[in-house]
């Protein structure tokens, strides 16, 4: 699974977009995938587990969750804990997380401009969840959180939003997809060893 994670109005909509038509492009079908506000009743040890699979392109997922919860000045529901259990989990399919900062100063007028088109801009709170992603980015870390193998992409201005960078989105899932048939080979040849195949042979 590519995971997409940021802030509010960062691109991250319109970069799913354009994996999962390079992917396609490439023969490997990938679909879009989000989340809207999740219910009180989520169990976030074991709700997640059933959308992770090789050809989902996720719009927010488990760092979003950690990081917006923070951001709107309540504890986030997934605790260290529960987070490193779930990177065990997805790193079993070779998920991939982009995680989208924004500079500071683009990002403050970015969303003054969104919030006179559109009027539902929470500036404060994407503000914050900015910060908190670019923590990540410089940290590695975001507070008592270990965070993962991320790949940090940074934007600085209305052209390097990341749909807007096609050799990146193009290395991504030419990096996902070797990752998958990487595994695929490898579990191919382990099958063939417990039948009592060697597919090296």
Not at 50 to 55: D, E, G, I, K, S
Request: charged residues 20%; contains cysteine.
């Amino acid at each position: 699974m590519l995971i997409v994670e940021g802030s509010n109005l960062v691109g991250k909509t319109m970069l799913v977009g354009s994996l999962c038509h390079v992917a396609n492009k490439q023969g490997y079908a990938m679909i879009p995938q989000s989340f809207g506000k999740l219910p009180d009743t989520w169990d976030f040890s074991t709700d997640y587990l059933p959308y992770v699979n090789n050809q989902t392109v996720m719009d927010r997922f488990i760092l979003s969750e950690i990081i917006q919860g923070e951001a709107s000045e309540h504890d986030s529901r997934i605790s260290p804990q529960i987070y490193e259990a779930l990177q065990m989990y997805l790193s079993s399919f070779s998920c991939m997380t982009i995680s989208i900062s924004v500079d500071r100063s683009f990002y403050e007028k970015h969303l003054r401009i969104e919030n006179t088109r559109k009027g539902n801009v929470n500036f404060a709170e994407s503000m914050k969840a900015n910060n908190g992603f670019l923590e990540l980015r410089d940290t590695s870390t975001f507070h008592n959180y270990g965070i993962g193998a991320v790949y940090n992409y940074h934007v600085e201005g209305y052209r390097s939003f990341p749909s807007n960078n096609a050799s990146f989105v193009e290395d991504i899932v030419s990096t996902y997809i070797k990752n998958i048939e990487s595994i695929d080979k490898d579990v191919s040849v382990r099958d063939n060893r417990l039948l009592g195949h060697d597919a090296r042979r």
